[in-house]
């Protein structure tokens, strides 16, 4: 009977946010500044492109900004907020105290106040410097909606709610349905575990029980690069850590994925056989991952008269 409730209330959840993403959908628009601010889109494009040159790997930060932005209180850049002496935000909840680029989105902003003062969200800000990013490391460029509207509430224990390397399948899968998403949206996602470094810490736990989920000879080569108590960095992607291609679906297929989280994407037939298909079809997965990332920028989204338009990203205005 309790594995039956849980399935009620999570299709309950799954329709609620369906509901709650498909008006989001309906309000946010391809062409929102056309008239307002017709350069936006294209000079949030160039300011990555000058950060990216500066930094190649800021890239992969500012996509996984994205995603912990949308998973927290919805797409409302609350991420980008600063804490306050009365309360600690989430960008120094521990989960986000690895994630570099903040200046670069300060960096953007301040362009597109020069150009359009007051009119060019944040939350909008981020989910275009996502795309560019990942176009930059040669994924595909694909239209993203706009007119959402910045939030003015920041809290770092709403970061619980993010997903942990070590968490297997169904609670990755509960928490994306949790969101709107579904079980292949979860495994298109992941995919962006292709570009970017991973702190030693992350999968530490793996290496110290001789996880047998995890390549030896691999976990050999991982030992040398993470000794114990260190801090170091190791690419997701040890080949190719600067390319939005599909190795990662084939690191993942040959226990070379760094987290839990990645191995437990072949734990089952029907998840497995999607990774098998993402890992032989490059076009498939660039498509594939473009529509799910749309879809994740919906969540919670704030339109209309809602939130406001910071003038500052750092700060409610």
Same mark, same amino acid.
């Given at each position: ?176 349905? =949790? #969101?709107? &998403?579904?079980?292949? +949206?979860?495994?298109?996602? $992941?995919?962006?575990?292709? !570009?970017?470094?991973?702190? @030693?810490?992350?999968? =530490? #736990?793996? &290496?110290?029980?001789? +996880?047998?989920?995890?390549? $030896?000879?691999?976990?050999? !080569?991982?030992?040398?690069? @993470?000794?114990?108590? =260190? ?5 997701? +992607? ?80």
């Amino acid at each position: 009977m309790a594995s039956v409730r849980r399935v009620m209330l999570l299709a309950f959840a799954t329709a609620l946010w369906i509901s709650g993403t498909q008006r989001a959908e309906a309000q946010l628009k391809l062409g929102y500044y056309a008239h307002s601010c017709p350069r936006a889109e294209a000079i949030v494009k160039d300011e990555v492109e000058k950060a990216l040159a500066d930094d190649e790997g800021v890239g992969a930060d500012l996509l996984r900004m994205h995603f912990h932005d949308c998973f927290v209180r919805g797409c409302d850049a609350s991420l980008l907020l600063d804490s306050t002496n009365a309360s600690k935000a989430e960008k120094d909840a521990q989960i986000n105290l690895t994630l570099e680029g903040f200046d670069v989105i300060d960096t953007v902003k301040e362009k597109l106040e020069a150009a359009c003062k007051g009119v060019v969200s944040c939350a909008d800000l981020l989910t275009f410097a996502a795309r560019d990013a990942i176009v930059h490391y040669g994924g595909i460029h694909y239209k993203v909606p706009s007119g959402r509207r910045d939030g003015r509430i920041s809290i770092a224990s709403d970061t619980d709610v993010l997903p942990s390397p070590d968490f297997k399948l169904a609670k990755l899968t509960d928490l994306f349905i =949790s #969101k709107g &998403l579904s079980q292949t +949206d979860m495994v298109i996602l $992941s995919g962006a575990h292709t !570009v970017g470094i991973a702190h @030693c810490d992350a999968f =530490s #736990k793996r &290496l110290d029980s001789g +996880d047998p989920t995890l390549d $030896s000879k691999y976990a050999r !080569v991982l030992r040398r690069q @993470c000794p114990p108590k =260190s801090n170091n960095t190791v690419p997701m +992607d040890p080949k190719t850590p600067n390319k939005f291609d599909n190795r990662y679906y084939r690191l993942v297929l040959s226990n070379r994925g760094l987290f839990t989280s990645d191995v437990s994407l072949t734990s089952t037939p029907g998840t497995a056989t999607l990774v098998e298909s993402l890992a032989r079809n490059f076009k498939s997965f660039q498509l594939k991952f473009a529509e799910a990332i749309v879809k994740m920028g919906s969540i919670g989204v704030l339109t209309g008269n809602d939130g406001e338009v910071r003038s500052n990203c750092r700060v409610v205005n």
